[in-house]
């Protein structure tokens, strides 16, 4: 059974530029969250989705926005990048229908750098 | 930031010996769940808890979840150089939670 998925791996952007990352799921996992991670500040919740409906938002600016799709895959984006945005951005997914409950697995990440 | 006090932050070990580390909180949880992480990529559930008092292993490693569901701890038994990572707890009740993360090092 394939993991969760995330595209790009790596990516470099400069600042005043979006970026939009890219999350496939778990086969069957309808649940799939984003976490940012730095290592000032950790693991942060950004928001999670579960068929097609952003259940819950962490406490990012409206710059951070995501969807997902009828098949489960969820995108992110960042609108207007800041330097303070180079993070590595998780995605995970998970079986469970109450928010953000049960077991989560994570993809591999994708690490953005503002230059 | 971190809503887990995760400790401790970092450990430098030989290899064969034990090692423990904990994650406390004001809040109550309804599960608890310890991630491996290695550089470059996402983490990887370890071992997940459900209940209040529940002891759980998995191989070398094993966790607890406190009576008081404010508490977990993870025991790794004869490390090996390969359990070298950074290590996470999460709290779950209506969201999820992560610990700051313990950064392993062993020593061959």
């Known amino acids: 059974k394939a993991g969760v998925t995330q595209t790009p791996r790596y990516l470099i952007k400069t600042r005043g530029q979006q970026v939009t990352l890219s999350c496939s799921p778990i086969?069957?996992?309808?649940?799939v969250s984003w976490y940012q991670q730095t290592p000032g500040q950790g693991l942060q919740f950004l928001f999670e989705?579960?068929?097609?409906?952003?259940?819950n938002k962490g406490n990012f600016p409206g710059r951070f926005s995501g969807r997902q799709f009828s098949n489960s895959r969820s995108e992110m984006n960042v609108s207007t990048l800041e330097l303070g945005d180079s993070a590595l951005y998780l995605c995970?997914?998970?079986?469970?229908?109450?928010?953000?409950?049960?077991?989560?697995?994570f993809g591999e990440g994708s690490r953005l750098t503002v230059l | 930031g971190q809503q887990l006090n995760q400790s401790p932050q970092s450990m430098f070990i030989q290899e064969g010996e034990d090692v423990s580390m904990n994650c406390t909180s004001s809040?109550?949880?309804?599960?608890w769940l310890w991630y491996k992480q290695d550089p470059g990529e996402g983490p990887v559930l370890l071992i997940a808890?459900?209940?209040?008092?529940e002891l759980t292993s998995n191989g070398r490693l094993t966790a607890q979840f406190g009576i008081t569901r404010k508490d977990s701890f993870l025991n790794i038994s004869a490390s090996i150089p390969s359990d070298v990572g950074i290590y996470f707890c999460?709290?779950?009740?209506?969201?999820?939670?992560f610990g700051a993360g313990t950064r392993l090092t062993v020593k061959p």
């Open positions: 809040s109550i949880f309804n599960t």
């Open positions: 989705y579960f068929s097609e409906t952003q259940r």
């Open positions: 995970a997914s998970s079986l469970a229908t109450g928010f953000n409950t049960g077991e989560l697995f």
């Open positions: 808890l459900y209940k209040a008092g």
């Open positions: 086969s069957g996992h309808r649940s």
């Open positions: 999460a709290g779950q009740r209506n969201d999820m939670r």
